[in-house]
T-cell receptor, first 109, second 117 residues
Framework: GQNIDQPTEMTATEGAIVQINCTYQ??????LFWYQQHAGEAPTFLSY??LDGLEEKGRFSSFLSRSKGYSYLLLKELQMKDSASYLC??????????WGAGTKLIIKP | DTAVSQTPKYLVTQMGNDKSIKCEQN?????MYWYKQDSKKFLKIMFS???????INETVPNRFSPKSPDKAHLNLHINSLELGDSAVYFC????????????????FGPGTRLTVL
């Protein structure tokens, strides 16, 4: 079966750094997405990785290791507005997005 | 200018009723989706559809049916609503393919919060 695992909830302090991990087992791999979802809103695109390595975009970075079936989302200089759920999703061999359950990130002052 | 729109935003109805949620995308995408997000916040795919193929999540009751009048629209019709259908329903669209990061990113509508009483 297809499976994506990420922690249910994480807590971090404003100004700090947090890393949200995602491991996956899917039928094929055509890329991995990270989405952000604020409470009561729709998910919005953050990043896409298809090759191994780190992709940096401002305060957010995403890392992928295909051989390990592993990715992480790194958030630096945390702000209160970063409080949201972060969803990991893998594009399988049929170009279907397989979604993780999401990680709720709580930022404390 | 809204990329993916859906109506209504809120829907409150009685058990046993039939209701529809409309979705439209103006991005020229070839594939549209319906998702259900329940109180536990898990995003569950219900359907994906392009003009060639409808893929149904086998766990979705047949009371739910997608209807696509054209490539830019995918409406969700629900018969005989049940209490457990209460959730937020998201429509999304994408251009599916192997052309790199601009492909396969899904764009979501604002969601429809359905409450069944």
């Amino acid at each position: 079966g297809q499976n994506i695992d990420q922690p249910t909830e994480m807590t971090a302090t404003e100004g700090a750094i947090v890393q949200i991990n995602c491991t996956y087992q899917t039928s094929g791999f055509n890329g991995l997405f990270w989405y952000q979802q604020h409470a009561g809103e729709a998910p919005t695109f953050l990043s896409y990785n298809v090759l191994d390595g780190l992709e940096e975009k401002g305060r957010f970075s995403s890392f992928l290791s295909r051989s390990k079936g592993y990715s992480y989302l790194l958030l630096k200089e945390l702000q209160m507005k970063d409080s949201a759920s972060y969803l990991c999703a893998v594009l399988d061999s049929n170009y279907q997005l397989i979604w993780g359950a999401g990680t709720k990130l709580i930022i404390k002052p | 200018d809204t990329a993916v729109s859906q109506t209504p935003k809120y829907l409150v109805t009685q058990m046993g009723n039939d209701k529809s949620i409309k979705c439209e995308q103006n991005l020229g995408h070839d594939t549209m989706y319906w998702y259900k997000q329940d109180s536990k916040k898990f995003l569950k795919i219900m359907f994906s559809y392009n003009n060639k193929e409808l893929i149904i999540n086998e766990t979705v009751p047949n009371r739910f049916s997608p209807k696509s009048p054209d490539k830019a629209h995918l409406n969700l019709h629900i018969n005989s609503l049940e209490l457990g259908d209460s959730a937020v329903y998201f429509c999304a669209s994408s251009q599916v393919g192997s052309g790199g990061p601009k492909f396969n990113e899904q764009f979501f509508g604002p969601g429809t919060r359905l409450t069944v009483l």
